[in-house]
């Protein structure tokens, strides 16, 4: 991966029925760089995609590809390629066809046709597929078709909106590894978009996390993790317990009622914070081995760990551990200072990390990924 730049996105606004939906956006995206906007349904994403594709012009701001300003450009003449969310298969070609529809348009020597459309069959795995019909492939297949008719015309940057929201989870998980593997062996620039917080961890070099037409952070998989910059990020990227605390001083924090030692620093002296704590690095220890004690409210069995949700002080924590704990059962919460990360408070501060009311069914009714597909499987049986 290069250190050139092979988009840059300078301070772009778009507004829909006088609503801004990106608000100011400035985004650099290195050549050969797996980068993932990520957020909830509505936090401008895939509008962002859309603006770099050109299927969508700012109201302001500029695009600039390769270093040239390529506001205005059709999408056609933009070295770009994209995979929607529905593969927009041809199903009258066969697979082999569907592969070299955009070098036929492109009028591509035939002997040249060829050897592309064999190559990308070879790297999507679909050889002896080419004579099969796209009614008759898995949705795992079509895929395939759609990732090798969108790699053999050779963009610069391919953009994938949403590409395995229809795949079951296994078969999602497997993509994840294939996308990137063909990312890796192409070395071109993926701009990938998705709400999955795991898929943009497991996948990318960077994370752009966002929301309300904002970019809230951008990093590595390990920063947006284990560094959060507000109480969004963090409960957006994983389980976080967010406390309010006060910076008492450099590298010690008072929440919970107790003041306890912390990496962190550069805080005003007494200063109001936002404190994450994730749930795998908790342990869980006697009463009266930690000044930080709660009742366990509810436990439930992951497979390779407990998720117990714990009343400390008033506020519920989840905690996630090996170690067999019971509702009802008194436990110490023990912290090393490694284990808590300080925030400034933001916007998003007493909005989340208080697990008082959670429930994955729940937290999968507050999806609007998941009603959509409800909504359809529902109309589905009402046809049959």
């Known amino acids: 991966m290069t250190e050139k730049n092979i988009i840059d996105l300078k301070n772009i606004v778009v507004e829909y029925d006088g609503e801004q939906v990106l608000k100011g956006i400035d985004l650099s995206i290195k050549d050969g760089e797996f980068v993932t906007l990520l957020g909830p349904s509505g936090c401008g994403k895939t509008t962002t995609l859309r603006i770099v594709g050109g299927f969508v012009e700012p109201d302001s701001g500029d695009v600039f590809f390769d270093g040239k300003r390529i506001n205005g450009l059709q999408p056609y003449k933009r070295q770009v390629s994209t995979i929607f969310?529905?593969?927009?298969?041809?199903?009258?070609?066969?697979?082999?066809?569907?592969?070299?529809?955009?070098?036929?348009?492109?009028?591509?020597?035939?002997?040249?046709?060829?050897?592309?459309?064999?190559?990308?069959?070879?790297?999507?795995?679909?050889?002896?597929?080419?004579?099969?019909?796209?009614?008759?492939?898995?949705?795992?297949?079509?895929?395939?078709?759609?990732?090798?008719?969108?790699?053999?015309?050779?963009?610069?940057?391919?953009?994938?909106?949403?590409?395995?929201?229809?795949?079951?989870?296994?078969?999602?998980?497997?993509m994840q590894v294939e996308l990137k593997s063909i990312q890796q062996s192409l070395g071109i620039t993926f701009l990938f978009v998705t709400h999955d917080q795991e898929e943009a961890l497991s996948m990318s070099d960077t994370v752009v996390v966002m929301d309300k037409g904002v970019i809230q952070q951008i990093g590595t998989p390990q920063d947006i993790y284990n560094e959060p910059v507000n109480a969004f990020v963090a409960d957006f990227i994983g389980e976080s317990n967010i406390v309010d605390g006060v910076m008492l001083k450099d590298n010690l924090v008072r929440f919970a009622g107790q003041s306890i030692a912390c990496v962190d620093k550069g805080f005003g002296k007494n200063e109001p914070v936002d404190v994450v704590i994730r749930p795998e690095d908790i342990d869980v220890v006697r009463p009266d081995e930690s000044p930080l004690h709660g009742l366990v409210d509810s436990v439930t069995f992951k497979g390779v760990h407990y998720e117990a949700i714990v009343d400390v002080d008033g506020f519920k924590w989840?905690?996630?551990?090996?170690?067999?704990?019971?509702?009802?059962?008194?436990?110490?919460?023990?912290?090393?200072?490694?284990d808590i990360h300080v925030m400034k408070k933001s916007e998003y501060s007493g909005k989340f990390g208080d697990y008082s009311t959670f429930s994955e069914e729940m937290d999968l009714l507050s999806d609007p990924n998941y009603q959509e597909d409800a909504e359809e499987s529902v109309a589905a049986e009402a046809e049959e």
Do not use: C, W
């Open 318 to 338: 989840m905690i996630q551990t090996t170690d067999v704990v019971r509702a009802g059962e008194e436990i110490g919460i023990l912290l090393n200072p490694d």
């Open 85 to 174: 969310q529905r593969y927009a298969l041809f199903p009258h070609l066969n697979v082999y066809e569907n592969i070299a529809f955009g070098l036929r348009v492109n009028k591509v020597p035939e002997k040249e046709l060829q050897q592309r459309v064999r190559d990308a069959v070879e790297l999507v795995g679909l050889r002896g597929f080419e004579k099969r019909k796209i009614d008759t492939l898995s949705g795992g297949q079509q895929q395939r078709v759609a990732i090798a008719r969108s790699i053999v015309t050779r963009p610069k940057v391919l953009l994938l909106d949403e590409p395995l929201a229809a795949l079951d989870l296994k078969l999602r998980k497997d």
